[in-house]
């Protein structure tokens, strides 16, 4: 068996490819940093975005309705409008913002405008349409707005997000590298036997392997242009693509150093998603499956497809109770939700297109009134830094490994306690 080789086997070539990453972020923030100076030269700016959230807010007695913008440029925007606005969610419009004093920072991330809206723009879009084809499957509002989630990126009623925060489940509704991992594996098995029967035809020549990855990366890229480019599915489809280009080549793939060089290259080309949360979420969810699979390869493939989704609900329970600091009594139970949702994601995109997509409303609708039973578990980000430093700590030495473990069961012993 030929062994695979390490990404960086010289100290040289790491400091080549920190070099290089340093000029492509360089480049990129001075494209960004042109296109800050460019809103902010005037007083006023026009610009065309699309309208991702509008909800009702009231403040100081009085009700206006607060508009969450993605513009052409990638910017984050927050404004307000009257009460009485129509419902334009994931509709595009042509406003006048008045920008203010921003600083580079808060363009980067997102910062709130005054603004005027010129116009409407009424063209229904593919993505509108789907979520229009959801909304009249299913007669819940809530279940719409879960499948909306789920195929569409859309975001989550409000009020949804703490009850599955509290079912440990956000990060099923939340389109990331799992949902990418289960539209690759079913990708994988529509083409293997059609294309099979082609290439013993027409071109036995050709490797099976690479054109199923060349097909399959097309239809993800495609889907991920389509969700407006989310940033945990660009994390994901980015490890994708370096992934088999390194195994292509004979170099190991379980490994921090791959992780290491997706982020630092996905850092590189777009900064902006150094402020997504969503982000680092989902690149600390790869790194502690790649920690089990460095420290614990010796197990058998059955122990570890068994003991994966322990390992990551416990080592990642600190994040959840740090950032939405919600818990309940079926909190423990997402590791088995999580399983079965493999099942049930591309079930359900099936039952969709057969137009009896409302089969398992009952069963969601049983499933959210079980996480309105929610605590507040908060966790201090004091300890989470100890909780991080100890995770990085254990990728130098395994005898780390095991304070981590401690320390996170510690974490969910306490949680546990709030619920008695």
Do not use: C
């Not at 910062?111 to 007669?139: E, G, P, R």
């Not at 407006?228 to 280009?245: E, Q």
């Not at 966790?379 to 990085?392: A, G």
Request: glycine share 4%.
């Amino acid at each position: 068996m030929i062994k695979k080789v390490s990404l960086f086997s010289k100290r040289a070539d790491f400091f080549k490819f920190i070099f290089i990453s340093f000029f492509i972020l360089s480049y990129s923030l001075l494209i960004e940093f042109q296109k800050y100076k460019n809103l902010t030269k005037f007083d006023s700016y026009i610009i065309e975005a699309q309208v991702l959230s509008q909800y009702t807010k009231t403040k100081n007695s009085k009700t206006f309705q607060v508009l969450k913008l993605k513009s052409e440029n990638g910017s984050t925007i927050y404004t307000s409008a009257n009460k009485s606005l129509e419902d334009i969610k994931g509709k595009k419009i042509s406003l006048e913002i008045w920008a203010g004093e921003k600083s580079f920072y808060e363009y980067l991330v997102s910062f709130y405008a005054y603004s005027k809206i010129i116009y409407i723009h009424n063209n229904i879009t593919l993505k509108q349409k789907l979520n229009s084809h959801l909304s009249s499957s299913h007669k819940n509002e809530d279940i719409t707005s879960i499948y909306q989630a789920l195929y569409t990126a859309s975001p989550l009623k409000y009020h949804l997000y703490s009850t599955f925060s509290a079912l440990g489940v956000s990060h099923l509704l939340a389109i990331s590298g799992f949902h990418l991992g289960v539209l690759s594996a079913l990708l994988f098995f529509l083409i293997k036997y059609p294309y099979k029967s082609l290439q013993n035809k027409f071109f036995p020549y050709r490797s099976q392997k690479l054109d199923s990855f060349i097909i399959i990366s097309i239809v993800l890229f495609t889907y991920l242009i389509f969700l407006d480019s989310p940033p945990s599915l660009v994390r994901a489809f980015g490890m994708l693509i370096i992934g088999f280009f390194l195994y292509d080549r004979g170099i190991k793939i379980i490994s921090m150093q791959t992780l290491f060089l997706t982020v630092v290259l996905l850092l590189s080309f777009f900064p902006r998603l150094s402020f997504a949360l969503g982000f680092w979420l989902s690149v600390a969810g790869v790194f502690y499956i790649f920690l089990f699979l460095i420290y614990f390869k010796y197990l058998s493939k059955f122990w570890q497809f068994i003991l994966v989704p322990f390992w990551v609900y416990i080592l990642m329970l600190p994040y959840s109770l740090a950032i939405f600091q919600s818990f309940s009594i079926y909190h423990p139970l997402s590791i088995i939700w999580t399983s079965l949702f493999t099942i049930f994601y591309p079930l359900s995109i099936l039952l969709h297109i057969l137009s009896i997509g409302d089969i398992f409303d009952n069963l969601l609708e049983s499933f959210i009134r079980m996480g309105n039973e929610v605590i507040s578990v908060p966790l201090s980000y004091t300890s989470l830094f100890v909780h991080i430093s100890l995770s990085l700590l254990s990728v130098y030495k395994k005898g780390f490994i095991w304070i981590l473990l401690l320390y996170s069961l510690s974490i969910f012993i306490y949680a546990v306690y709030h619920i008695a």
